[in-house]
């Protein structure tokens, strides 16, 4: 079975410092690729996907991700962080054919002033 | 705003009580999914809908629930009986399979709490 490992319970931030969120993937194929965020009491809205091709994604919020198959990884970064961006991060797999979501445990980030 | 909606947003309940949930997926989209989410965790698939057509409910926790989607529009999540560990954020999702459109649109969840 395919499982997502965000090893990451907990970052704390410092605005304005870069970010980067860590995901590794389990599965023998590489599968769609997503990063939602989710704000407290809030739905999880989608940042960003990879379904195939330049493995260094764009997202919005001036997120960007990028796949690393030798690594099975799909990381999260932003350059700058904002005090808004404090939420909880979630990256998702869907196998290819497949039309669920298998999701991490999530990364709570904290951003200090 | 065309987003998913879902109702109600919180629902507290003694234990023992039958509850329904409601989602309203965006109007274009044919397929929605139910999540459920505990404390802690990511959120966990439970069922989706093409149209009217349940295609995946062998994740569903239990026959205590179940799922409907009766005119391919809005779909109902009903849990009988409910226990204490029910107690979740419940999320539904929609997408449109169309041209390789695949992405995951959720709503803002109901929250359930089990006394």
């Known amino acids: 079975a395919q499982s997502v490992t965000q090893p990451d319970i907990h970052i704390t931030v410092s605005e304005g410092a870069s970010l980067e969120l860590r995901c590794n993937y389990s599965?023998?194929?590489?599968?769609?690729l997503f990063w939602y965020v989710q704000s407290p009491g809030q739905g999880l809205q989608l940042l960003l996907k990879?379904?195939?091709?330049?493995?260094l994604v764009q997202g919005i919020k001036g997120f960007e991700a990028e796949f690393k198959r030798s690594q099975s990884s799909f990381n999260l970064r932003k350059p700058s962080v904002h005090w808004s961006d404090a939420a909880e991060y979630f990256c998702?797999?869907?196998?290819?054919?497949?039309?669920?979501?298998?999701f991490g445990k999530g990364t709570m980030l904290l951003v200090s002033p | 705003d065309t987003g998913v909606s879902q109702d109600p947003r919180h629902k507290i309940t003694k234990r023992g009580q039958n509850v329904t949930f409601r989602c309203d997926p965006i109007?274009?989209?044919?397929?929605l999914y139910w999540y459920r989410q505990t404390l802690g965790q990511g959120p966990e698939f439970l069922t989706y809908?093409?149209?009217?057509?349940?295609?995946?409910k062998s994740r569903l926790l239990s026959d205590r629930f179940s799922a409907e989607r009766p005119k391919g529009s809005f779909s109902t999540l009903e849990i009988q009986r409910t226990e204490q560990g029910d107690s979740a954020m419940y999320l539904c999702?929609?997408?449109?399979?169309?041209?390789?459109?695949?992405?995951?649109?959720f709503g803002p969840g109901t929250r359930l709490t089990v006394l």
């Open positions: 990879y379904f195939s091709g330049d493995t």
């Open positions: 109007s274009e989209h044919n397929r």
């Open positions: 809908f093409q149209n009217e057509a349940q295609l995946e």
């Open positions: 599965y023998g194929a590489t599968p769609y």
């Open positions: 999702a929609s997408s449109l399979a169309l041209g390789g459109r695949i992405e995951q649109f």
């Open positions: 998702a797999v869907m196998r290819s054919g497949y039309s669920t979501l298998t």
